[in-house]
């Protein structure tokens, strides 16, 4: 049987992660961190995305990792245009939408032009995109809204989201098109979706929409008071989108984004901090008893997945106000680069990749 050697690349905001697998084996992971002295140089983070290969390609060669016996490279998929969830070849379109950044810009969008970059000079070796954050499988009645032209999205985390899903079915004997689910994965942004038999068919928008508050995100809002603040004059556009995404949240609250230091200061006997806590595990709750609803009660689960699962604080919380009406299960962390290289030799292995 062959043994597939396959590269998986996410970049982030401030840091470039990467993996070497041999199938299902980690050989190496490695995170570059950028400082904004470095970043600052790059009118547009596209821009960022040759300074981000080379040093991809120089820790791998210091690693004596021959670039010839990659099968595939794997990138983050970026803010790409609504698709169904699965693996997609790396084409020029797409390369296309993120260069012009057509649905926006965003550290994501260099996974899929690094990954096509770095393949197209090894014999044979293919690029792909996995699950990226604009899958979009919402059923029609999820994306209507109050107002016709605010037509519901659907962004949000699905990498975690599907290999979590996966990997809770395969514990459990069985497989994610069988199953009904509700997971939340739990981090910078929250994203709370119902999984109905294989599809996201609902899920709050997690960007800068609607939903829980987070650690830097404020969730829905009274909008009512947000359209008043818009034209008080006081602040600018890009300072009300910051206060949305960034500076919401607990770090509006408690002037920290790291949820595990806002509940040693609770902990400690800071009461607002307390508060707060609570206030964002009952958000996360009450946004779990909606995708209950949206599933008719039929669930066999209720994950929780992401950084923040880590918290004991906030997972008692949620767990206490949901396990009435569903068994809990609990997936601390997030596993994109294996999930990455998982699709990666899914592919290998013959399943047929999408087009964008």
Same mark, same amino acid.
């Given at each position: 049987?062959?043994?597939?050697?396959?590269?998986?690349?996410?970049?982030?905001?401030?840091?470039?992660?990467?993996?070497?697998?041999?199938?299902?084996?980690?050989?190496?992971?490695?995170?570059?961190?950028?400082? @904004?002295?470095?970043?600052?140089?790059?009118?547009?983070?596209?821009?960022?995305?040759?300074? !981000?290969?080379?040093?991809?390609?120089?820790?791998?060669?210091?690693?004596?990792?021959?670039?010839?016996?990659?099968?595939?490279?794997?990138? !983050?998929?970026?803010?790409?245009?609504?698709?169904?969830?699965?693996?997609?070849?790396?084409?020029?379109?797409?390369?296309?939408?993120?260069?012009?950044?057509?649905?926006?810009?965003?550290?994501?969008?260099?996974?899929? $032009?690094?990954?096509?970059?770095?393949?197209?000079?090894?014999?044979?070796?293919?690029?792909?995109?996995?699950?990226?954050?604009?899958?979009?499988?919402?059923?029609? *009645?999820?994306?209507?809204?109050?107002?016709?032209?605010?037509?519901?999205?659907?962004?949000?985390?699905?990498?975690?989201?599907?290999?979590?899903?996966?990997?809770?079915?395969?514990?459990?004997?069985?497989?994610?098109?069988?199953?009904?689910? $509700?997971?939340?994965?739990?981090?910078?942004?929250?994203?709370?979706?119902?999984?109905?038999?294989?599809?996201?068919?609902? *899920?709050?928008?997690?960007?800068?929409?609607?939903?829980?508050?987070?650690?830097?995100?404020?969730?829905?809002?009274?909008?009512?008071?947000?359209?008043?603040?818009?034209?008080?004059?006081?602040?600018?556009?890009?300072?009300?989108?910051?206060?949305? $995404?960034?500076?919401?949240?607990?770090?509006?609250?408690?002037?920290?984004?790291?949820?595990? *230091?806002?509940?040693?200061?609770?902990?400690?006997?800071?009461?607002?901090?307390?508060?707060?806590?609570?206030?964002?595990?009952?958000?996360?709750?009450?946004?779990?008893?909606?995708?209950?609803?949206?599933?008719?009660?039929?669930?066999?689960?209720?994950?929780?997945?992401?950084?923040?699962?880590?918290?004991?604080?906030?997972?008692?919380?949620?767990?206490?106000?949901?396990?009435?009406?569903?068994? $809990?299960?609990?997936?601390?962390?997030?596993?994109?680069?294996?999930?990455?290289?998982?699709?990666?030799?899914?592919?290998?292995? @013959?399943?047929?990749?999408?087009?964008?």
């Amino acid at each position: 049987m062959n043994m597939y050697k396959i590269l998986s690349i996410n970049p982030g905001s401030t840091s470039t992660k990467f993996a070497v697998y041999e199938d299902k084996k980690l050989i190496c992971l490695h995170t570059i961190r950028h400082s @904004g002295d470095e970043l600052k140089i790059y009118e547009h983070i596209f821009d960022q995305f040759e300074f !981000r290969k080379e040093l991809i390609l120089k820790q791998l060669e210091k690693d004596e990792i021959q670039l010839d016996d990659f099968a595939a490279i794997v990138g !983050r998929g970026g803010m790409l245009r609504p698709i169904e969830s699965g693996v997609y070849s790396v084409n020029s379109r797409m390369i296309s939408d993120v260069r012009n950044s057509v649905i926006g810009e965003h550290a994501s969008n260099l996974g899929c $032009v690094i990954a096509h970059e770095i393949a197209a000079v090894i014999p044979g070796c293919k690029a792909f995109i996995a699950d990226p954050v604009s899958v979009d499988e919402l059923q029609d *009645v999820a994306r209507i809204s109050g107002l016709p032209g605010f037509k519901r999205r659907s962004l949000f985390h699905a990498l975690n989201h599907k290999a979590i899903a996966r990997k809770y079915a395969a514990a459990n004997g069985t497989t994610y098109e069988k199953l009904n689910l $509700v997971i939340a994965h739990l981090g910078g942004g929250i994203s709370v979706a119902a999984h109905r038999l294989g599809k996201v068919v609902d *899920v709050n928008q997690a960007l800068d929409g609607y939903g829980p508050f987070s650690p830097e995100r404020s969730g829905t809002l009274d909008t009512g008071a947000l359209v008043r603040m818009c034209f008080e004059g006081k602040y600018t556009q890009t300072e009300i989108a910051r206060m949305l $995404v960034g500076n919401g949240g607990l770090m509006a609250h408690l002037g920290t984004n790291e949820a595990h *230091v806002a509940a040693e200061r609770a902990e400690q006997g800071d009461k607002y901090a307390r508060l707060v806590l609570e206030a964002m595990a009952y958000s996360v709750a009450k946004e779990i008893g909606s995708m209950l609803a949206v599933l008719h009660g039929d669930v066999d689960a209720v994950i929780l997945t992401g950084g923040i699962a880590y918290n004991q604080f906030i997972i008692n919380h949620i767990t206490k106000m949901v396990s009435h009406f569903a068994k $809990v299960a609990v997936y601390p962390g997030e596993d994109e680069m294996g999930a990455l290289a998982m699709a990666g030799l899914r592919v290998l292995q @013959g399943e047929m990749p999408k087009e964008y």
